[in-house]
């Protein structure tokens, strides 16, 4: 077991401020208090030699009405400084279908031996692939440059020597600095 434990010097922090602790494929995630422990097993550390801590702010709230009889979909409203970024929340009995997108991964992740899956995870963590998507798909759709194929390449590639499996946690830091700002 390792522990990890947060200290706020604020007697009575935010209620809305979340923190998020992170080591490989294992997170925990609690609302941030003036003393917050986090616990991992030995498996969930492996071979790692960090973590990452990510700070949220709540900034919106819905509540979702649990049936085990039927299905019922719950639209969610999320306010944005330039409008509103909305989806829906599907709740019901168990074993709703999954997506395409899900189905097409599983599929593909059980036609690949272990041995090429461990291969292509660790490969796919030593480039911090994974990351430098979500941050060229949000930067894509925040930006909505006429060429998003292209805008996403060229994210990729300013991002290609930089970020590493060691440099994951600074990321944020590494694209909002003018020098590597392609906007």
């Known amino acids: 077991m390792v522990d990890f434990q947060i200290l706020v010097d604020d007697i009575t922090p935010p209620s809305d401020i979340f923190v998020a602790m992170r ?3 294992s997170q925990k995630l609690g609302r941030i208090s003036s003393e917050r422990l986090y616990k ?3 498996a969930a550390v492996g071979e790692h030699s960090t973590g990452c801590i990510e700070v949220f702010q709540r900034i919106t709230r819905s509540t979702v009405v ?3 009889d039927a299905q019922v979909v719950h639209p969610v409203i999320v306010p944005m400084p330039h409008g509103e970024f909305q989806f829906q929340v599907r709740v019901g009995p ?3 279908e999954c997506s395409p997108r899900t ?5 593909v ?3 690949v031996e272990k041995p090429k899956a461990t291969a292509a995870k660790a490969y796919l963590e030593k480039h911090n692939l994974e990351q430098r998507l979500m941050k060229a798909m949000r930067d894509v759709v925040t930006v909505l440059p006429d060429d998003p194929a292209l805008f996403i390449a060229e994210r990729l590639a300013a991002t290609a020597t930089a970020i590493t499996k060691s440099t994951r946690c600074h990321m944020h830091r590494y694209h909002h600095h003018p020098k590597h700002s392609m906007q």
């Open 40 to 42: 991992f097993p030995k």
């Open 94 to 96: 168990a074993g709703l």
């Open 103 to 107: 189905d097409a991964t599983t599929e």
């Open 23 to 25: 080591v490989g494929d």
């Open 109 to 111: 992740m059980q036609a």
């Open 66 to 68: 649990i049936n085990t």
